[in-house]
């Protein structure tokens, strides 16, 4: 079983940046496409950006051009780095890979 752990959440100002990171337990993670989603209250889950084992990506329109995502398979981790943060960003960010989901890290934007 790989657990998958994100960290980098917190709290930052409009226009401001943070980075979210997701270790996996194990080397497997390197074969699979690993994905951040996101959750805001009352909503439903949606995917943000999705990396394959090959580095292609792809990402939710509202994000194109502000969020980044990148791994290193070495380290087995995943990250997102958002910039140009709006209040319409804060939600629950989920890093998954397969069929694997990570606890969660909250994201919040406000001023």
């Known amino acids: 079983q790989v657990q998958l752990v994100e960290s980098g959440g917190g709290l930052v100002q409009p226009g401001g940046s943070l980075r979210l990171s997701c270790t996996a337990s194990?080397?497997?993670?390197?074969?699979?496409?690993a994905a951040w989603y996101r959750q805001a209250p009352g909503k439903q889950r949606e995917l943000v950006a999705q990396?394959?084992?090959?580095?292609?990506?792809n990402y939710a329109n509202s994000v194109k051009g502000r969020f980044t995502i990148s791994r290193n398979n070495a380290k087995n981790t995943v990250y997102l780095q958002m910039n140009s943060l709006q209040p319409e960003d804060t939600a629950v960010y989920y890093c998954?890979?397969?069929?694997?989901w990570g606890q969660g890290t909250q994201v919040t934007v406000s001023s």
């Open positions: 998954n890979a397969h069929l694997w």
């Open positions: 194990g080397s497997i993670f390197a074969i699979y496409t």
């Open positions: 990396i394959t084992s090959g580095e292609n990506t």
